[in-house]
């Protein structure tokens, strides 16, 4: 097998016990396991007095005992199991209990009919080619093992921008392969999910209307959900990206979203089905020259005065930030403030906006932030996983591509989702170094500095791209590189509105009082300068360039030195990776390097734009006298 196809669930050690077996009975009545060279007993049992989905592994010297609250929890026994032997840990040493944080681990695939992938950097799609979907089952049984490895149990089929040829999975026609699909994923305790398009019911049903308050809709809607259960009896739901984005919704007829997802929800209610409706709405045509209209504060502006109406089976998916997956932004206010409707909290394993899989980007670290910051002066947003939100998802970086995510390293994305998604208590630095170990080995010098790379890459990348919170200085529509005025002047709510003296939108109650959305604590953390993290001062505030930093340097010095910094931090990448040559397997070793250059390139282009951008805005020289293009 090919490197670049490896995974950490698909090497050729773990393959051996874990491939064919493991949803099989054999597996499960599995006398002996093999790791490697070595063989060891194992035994399995369901225990129900385990949580479900839960697991104990515990080593002897009569071998492993691996016990699972259900055949799914048996399954991540097995794994935790194999992962610990891959970490060098002795089998009768071995003894990990453990439990899902949240019932709903998933995974959205943004994957169009014609095998493109919205915001995709692995190749095609996995699942769809040529309208059909499931057209390599072999492979998608390879990559059911690999997220079951991380404990995914849901995982949508679909883009949420829905076209025709994937809206049709409603249909007789359509569920023939889906079928399929979900027999692929099934013994893996996977689950799959279908985006629907709003319009269903004209597109499909031959209806004049989609109006959530017209009858005929809710007989489309209840006959589109008896159709697809009958086929697939264990479908986890449907998902929704409703009056976002030029999809239609609910707002088009006059009503709120609750009666929208509401008509749907009822729909799937008796399949014991769940509506993931999103969050992510915003005006999408708003006018520049607007001062007042305020994008971040949209989600929460549309949702929170519908608490409570949404029925028992709707999760509402939010992102995790107001603005859209950037670099740095704060939490979204409507975490953990509904107190009568499910959430979920959406993540972005896609960089879309972090290098697109060309530029090394360790997302664990950001979600721990994103996980340990605030929501009010005794809980932080981890302490509401399992209680307030109570799903946890991802727009998936897998594609057709060899290696499953374009970059090497971007496997790693994956894997910590998983992980953390099961597991939220688990640091960045912890599923880093695992993830290492059961690709690149245990060895020292090759483990440390790979993964001292990874954890690094997150606040390398930051450091050459929209400084201090600001976001959105990316080249428009593909996402990739510096525009810093690419989206000042346009339609899509994302201004920094930067002049000669200032940058930066007043978010506090002097301005836009976006703020005010959040718990008193928070609000007040952000709106202070003193207490505002410096790394979000421009998402919240309006600040002179030559405002001063508490080390002492002015924020215009302080965007040059971390802009340099940021293409020091490449080229230190480089060398680092350099030093690996001839210890890990060449077609890795070339991969990466190749990736690495791409970086340098990338970095190098946002430290001269930006740099130049804002010597050119504010005319303030850089103290230390380097390049800056006049
Ligand atoms: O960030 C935007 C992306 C769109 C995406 C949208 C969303 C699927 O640029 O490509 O559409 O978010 O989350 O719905």
């Not at 491939?19 to 599995?30: H, I, N, P, Q």
């Not at 060891?40 to 225990?47: G, N, R, V, Y």
């Not at 088009?252 to 509401?262: I, K, S």
């Not at 209610?269 to 999103?278: C, D, F």
């Amino acid at each position: 097998m090919r490197f670049g196809y490896k995974a950490w669930m698909l090497s050729e050690e773990l393959k051996v016990e874990s491939g064919e077996f493991f949803a099989e009975e054999e597996f499960r009545r599995g006398i002996v396991g093999f790791f490697g060279e070595e063989k060891f007993k194992a035994s399995f049992d369901i225990d129900e007095n385990l949580p479900l989905e839960g697991f104990s592994v515990a080593g002897g010297a009569d071998g492993l005992k691996i016990s699972g609250g259900c055949e799914s929890g048996l399954l991540y026994g097995a794994y935790a199991a194999l992962f610990a032997l891959k970490r060098g840990e002795a089998a009768e040493k071995i003894s990990i209990s453990q439990k899902p944080a949240v019932e709903k681990r998933i995974l959205n695939h943004w994957d169009n009919g014609d095998g493109s992938v919205e915001r995709g950097y692995s190749g095609g799609s996995l699942f769809w080619r040529d309208g059909k979907i499931g057209y390599d089952l072999p492979r998608l049984r390879d990559y059911a093992r690999l997220l079951a490895s991380v404990g995914i149990n849901e995982i949508s089929v679909n883009n949420v921008n829905v076209r025709l040829q994937t809206a049709k999975l409603l249909t007789d026609e359509g569920l023939k392969d889906l079928v399929k699909v979900a027999e692929v994923f099934r013994p893996f305790g996977i689950r799959l999910i279908i985006s629907v398009h709003f319009d269903s019911p004209v597109w499909l049903g031959g209806l004049k209307t989609s109006d959530p308050a017209d009858p005929k809709v809710a007989d489309f809607w209840n006959a589109a959900a008896a159709r697809v259960y009958g086929k697939i009896p264990d479908l986890a739901g449907f998902l929704v990206k409703a009056d976002s984005e030029f999809q239609s919704g609910p707002n088009a007829f006059g009503h709120t979203q609750d009666v929208g997802a509401n008509v749907i929800a009822k729909a799937l209610k008796p399949h014991g089905g769940t509506l993931y409706w999103r969050c992510f709405i915003y005006n999408c045509l708003q006018d520049w020259r607007d001062t007042v209209t305020d994008r971040p504060k949209a989600a929460y502006d549309t949702f929170f005065p519908l608490d409570g109406k949404f029925d028992q089976n709707v999760i509402l998916q939010v992102k995790h930030g107001p603005s859209d997956f950037q670099v740095r932004e704060p939490n979204s206010p409507l975490l953990g403030a509904l107190k009568n409707t499910r959430e979920a909290l959406e993540f972005q394993i896609a960089q879309e906006y972090t290098g697109q899989q060309k530029d090394l980007y360790a997302w664990a670290v950001q979600w721990e932030e994103i996980l340990d910051a605030p929501f009010n002066e005794e809980r932080t947003t981890r302490d509401l996983i399992g209680k307030e939100i109570e799903a946890i998802v991802a727009v998936s970086n897998t594609g057709d591509d060899e290696n499953w995510c374009g970059h090497l390293m971007a496997q790693a994305n994956l894997f910590a989702f998983g992980r953390l998604a099961y597991n939220p208590a688990l640091t960045a630095k912890a599923v880093t170094e695992e993830w290492v170990s059961l690709t690149f080995g245990n060895a020292a010098e090759i483990h440390a500095p790979i993964a001292k790379m990874l954890l690094d890459s997150r606040h390398v990348y930051e450091k050459y791209n929209a400084p201090l919170g600001i976001c959105w200085m990316v080249c428009i529509h593909h996402h990739y590189g510096p525009s810093p005025d690419g989206y000042e002047y346009m339609k899509w709510g994302t201004y920094h509105r930067a002049d000669t003296k200032a940058i930066g939108v007043d978010r506090t109650r002097n301005g836009t009082s976006y703020t005010a959305q959040y718990q008193p604590f928070v609000r007040d953390l952000y709106e202070n300068l003193q207490t505002c993290p410096q790394e979000m001062l421009l998402y919240f505030h309006r600040l002179p360039y030559d405002f001063k930093l508490k080390d002492g340097r002015t924020m215009i010095q302080y965007i040059y030195d971390t802009h340099f910094e940021g293409v020091e931090g490449v080229e230190n990448f480089i060398t680092v990776w350099e030093s690996l040559k001839g210890k890990i397997p060449d077609e890795a070793y070339t991969h990466v390097r190749e990736r690495l250059a791409m970086q340098l390139e990338n970095a190098k282009e946002w430290r001269d734009v930006i740099n130049s951008y804002f010597y050119r805005k504010c005319g303030i020289p850089d103290e230390k006298g380097r390049t800056v293009y006049v």
